[in-house]
């Protein structure tokens, strides 16, 4: 083998060499460009589904935040009107667990509408879950639709203490505050789930 000989197969297994990484960067750039590009329709669709999870969270906090307002009201008109009763009315109506019949007037109309209306909100926020469950996923979406019922039982109690005027049990709504708090939601839980 001569000194051209050489030259040329060196020449030869350099271009062969020069072509195999060539066609190995051609591959690793296309590789590359493909993950880039399924990762930005990730991030978009992450941001939209931030989005569209956002607007149900703060409707469901919305709702939430009317139940302490409630409450209040109802404690306040209990209270104005017992102190405008007798002793014995006072011992009667203890002893039967209910409000007195004023308050129970005043509840149906001061307080029942707005119960009412928050019905209304919960079952539209359970409609918008149900719209959106594609971008709750699965477990998202029994979280949500366990935190509706849970708002929903919470409502009920309150609407059926407003028109019978028998005090809702303490227990009742401990228990139904409890599954509504269990099930709220917190930025780390959700995307643990996410």
Do not use: C
């Not at 469901?60 to 017992?82: H, N, Q, T, Y």
């Not at 059926?160 to 005027?165: H, K, N, V």
């Amino acid at each position: 083998m001569n000194f051209s000989d050489q030259v040329l197969l060196t020449l030869l297994d350099k271009g062969l060499l020069a072509l195999v990484v060539a066609l190995a960067a051609f591959l690793l750039s296309r590789s590359l460009g493909r993950y880039k590009s399924s990762q930005a329709v990730r991030v978009e669709a992450a941001k939209l589904r931030i989005s569209k999870l956002s607007t149900l969270w703060e409707a469901l906090d919305d709702i939430s935040s009317e139940f302490p307002v409630l409450l209040w009201a109802m404690g306040s008109i209990e209270i104005e009107e017992r102190r405008q009763l007798s002793d014995e009315n006072l011992l009667q109506g203890a002893q039967q667990k209910s409000y007195p019949p004023i308050a129970i007037d005043r509840f149906t109309s001061e307080v029942l509408p707005r119960i009412d209306q928050l019905l209304v909100r919960i079952a539209d926020a359970k409609r918008k879950i149900q719209s959106n469950r594609f971008w709750l996923g699965e477990k998202l979406l029994a979280d949500h639709l366990e935190h509706v019922a849970a708002l929903r039982e919470i409502a009920l109690q309150l609407r059926s203490t407003s028109l019978t005027g028998k005090e809702t049990s303490i227990v009742d709504l401990t228990k139904a505050g409890a599954r509504a708090n269990f099930s709220r939601f917190d930025i780390a839980s959700v995307m643990r789930k996410l």
